[in-house]
C-alpha cells in the first residue's frame, strides 16, 4: 500500500507538470460597430412647445484583443465615440480612447489580481456597471483583488486618481469624479437558490470649498455607500426575485453629511419558456431640509442610469424629493429571431413637493417603455424602441418649470444596430 500511494503521488506530481507544460493560451481579436438614431422630443425633461424636437445619430466604435492563459488574462479595448458631424471630413483631430487595458495575474488557486482601466459591474448594476447603452461606458482605473472559491467570491478594489503626473500635491479637476475610491465586495450562497452580497464603497473626494488651500494638502472628504443584495432563483425555476437596500454615510464635496438611503424589491415569473413578466418597485430617499447640513437624497454612483426608472432617465440624477417608482414589464420572445419588450412606470416623489410654500402631493406621471430586438446574424442585431412619459404639472414643476407651462407630449425613439464581428480567435498550446 506505502509503494502504491508513492507511485499515486509521483503520477500526480507528473500530470501536473505536464498539464503546466501544455497549456492552453488564447487569443481573441473581437470589435463592435454600434451605431444608433434617436428622435428626442422630450427626452429627460418636457420639451417647451415653441422648440423642435432633436434628432440625431451617434456611434460607438470598439476594437478589442483578448489573451487568456491559466495564469494571465489581459484586456485591450480600444473605442471611438461620436457624434456624426462633429468632426469634419478632414479633421486630423484624433478621437480614439482606451476603454479596457488591464491585466490579470493568477496570486494563487482561486485568488488573481487586476490591475488597470476596468469596467465594473456589481450585482444588478445599479452602483456599479459598465453601462452598455452609454456610448462611451464606465470604466476605472485601479488596482483590483479577485478570490473566488466554491460559492464564496472576494473583490477588494483601490484607485487614486490625478489628471497628470504631479510633483506635489494638487487639485484634482476631473469633474465631480472621486480622487480616491475604495470597495469590498463579498458574495456567498447562503442556501438553496439564495445567494446574499454586500458591498461598501469609500469615495474621496476633494473638497470644493477654498480649493487653493485644500489644493496644497491631501485633503478629501470620504462618502461612504454600503448596503447589499438578497438574490432568490435559478435557470431552471419560474421564478426568482432580488431584494436590494442601500445607504449613505460621510461627506459630499461641500461638506453636507451624507445621510440617503435606497432600497428595490424585484419579482420576476417565467411564464413559459418564451414570456417572462415583472414586477418591481424603487425606493430613493429624498430632503425636505436643504439648510440643515445634510444631503439626505440618495447620490447614484456609476450605475447604468438607463436600465432603472424607465428609459427616458427623467429621474436619473438625484430628485430633492426622492423617488418612488412602481414598474411591470413582459418581455416575449415571438421567434427565434425576434423578441419584444414593454414596461411601465409610474412614479411620485418619496417627500411631499411644494410649489409657492403650497403643498402639491407626490404625483409625477408615468411613463411606457417598449422595445422590438431582432437577430440579423450571428453578429448583428437591430434594436428600435419607443417611449411616451405622462407628464403632470409636478413633473415641469420638479424639472423647474411653471405648472402650465406650455411643453410638448414627451416622446422618444431610437434605432440601433449592432454588429459584433469575432476577427479571430486562435489556441496555442505549449510544448
Not at 447640513?293 to 440624477?317: A, D, P
Not at 430586438?373 to 423647474?400: M, P
Request: hydrophobic share 35%; net charge positive; proline share 2%.
Amino acid at each position: 500500500m506505502k509503494v502504491l500511494g508513492k507511485k499515486c503521488f509521483w503520477i500526480t506530481i507528473a500530470a501536473t507538470v505536464c498539464a503546466c507544460k501544455m497549456n492552453a493560451q488564447t487569443v481573441a481579436i473581437d470589435g463592435e460597430f454600434r451605431p444608433r438614431v434617436e428622435y428626442r422630443d422630450g427626452f429627460g425633461a418636457p420639451l417647451s412647445d415653441s422648440n423642435d424636437p432633436g434628432i440625431f445619430a451617434i456611434q460607438r466604435t470598439r476594437l478589442g484583443a483578448t489573451f487568456t492563459s491559466a495564469v494571465l488574462k489581459t484586456q485591450f479595448t480600444i473605442q471611438d465615440s461620436r457624434t456624426y458631424g462633429k468632426t469634419a471630413p478632414s479633421s486630423e483631430t484624433a478621437t480614439l480612447g482606451v476603454f479596457e487595458a488591464w491585466a490579470e495575474f493568477l496570486l494563487m488557486p482561486g485568488g488573481s489580481a487586476k490591475v488597470g482601466r476596468q469596467a465594473l459591474t456589481y450585482d444588478d448594476g445599479r452602483l456599479f456597471s459598465a453601462s452598455n447603452w452609454s456610448n462611451t461606458g464606465n470604466s476605472h482605473d485601479m488596482a483590483l483583488f479577485k478570490y473566488n472559491v466554491n460559492d464564496f467570491q472576494a473583490h477588494l478594489g483601490f484607485a487614486y486618481n490625478n489628471t497628470s503626473a504631479i510633483s506635489s500635491e494638487t487639485v484634482y479637476t476631473n469633474g465631480a469624479k472621486y480622487r480616491y475610491m475604495g470597495l469590498l465586495w463579498l458574495s456567498k450562497g447562503i442556501a438553496k437558490d439564495l445567494t446574499l452580497s454586500a458591498i461598501a464603497v469609500d469615495e474621496g473626494m476633494q473638497p470644493t470649498t477654498d480649493a487653493t488651500k485644500y489644493g496644497t494638502k491631501v485633503n478629501m472628504n470620504h462618502g461612504y455607500t454600503f448596503g447589499g443584495n438578497l438574490k432568490y432563483g435559478n435557470e431552471t425555476k419560474p421564478f426568482s426575485a432580488l431584494a436590494t437596500a442601500y445607504f449613505q454615510a460621510g461627506k459630499n464635496q461641500t461638506g453636507d453629511d451624507l445621510r440617503g438611503s435606497m432600497a428595490a424589491v424585484k419579482l420576476n415569473y417565467k411564464i413559459s419558456s418564451a414570456v417572462t413578466t415583472c414586477l418591481g418597485t424603487d425606493y430613493l430617499s429624498g430632503d425636505d431640509n436643504k439648510t440643515d447640513g445634510k444631503q439626505k437624497n440618495f447620490r447614484k454612483l456609476y450605475g447604468s442610469n438607463h436600465s432603472f426608472n424607465g428609459s427616458m432617465e427623467y429621474w436619473s440624477t438625484p430628485l430633492s424629493a426622492g423617488l418612488l417608482d412602481y414598474y411591470g414589464s413582459i418581455n416575449a420572445k415571438v421567434s427565434k429571431t425576434t423578441s419584444i419588450e414593454g414596461a411601465f412606470h409610474v412614479f411620485s416623489s418619496s417627500k411631499d413637493m411644494t410649489s409657492n410654500s403650497q403643498n402639491i402631493g407626490k404625483s409625477l406621471g408615468s411613463e411606457l417603455d417598449l422595445c422590438l430586438n431582432y437577430k440579423l446574424n450571428e453578429w448583428s442585431k437591430l434594436q428600435v424602441g419607443w417611449s411616451t412619459y405622462f407628464a403632470k404639472d409636478n413633473t415641469r414643476i420638479a424639472k423647474g418649470m411653471t405648472a402650465d407651462a406650455k411643453t410638448r407630449f414627451p416622446q422618444w425613439g431610437y434605432v440601433m444596430l449592432t454588429v459584433s464581428p469575432s476577427y479571430l480567435k486562435s489556441i496555442f498550446t505549449d510544448k
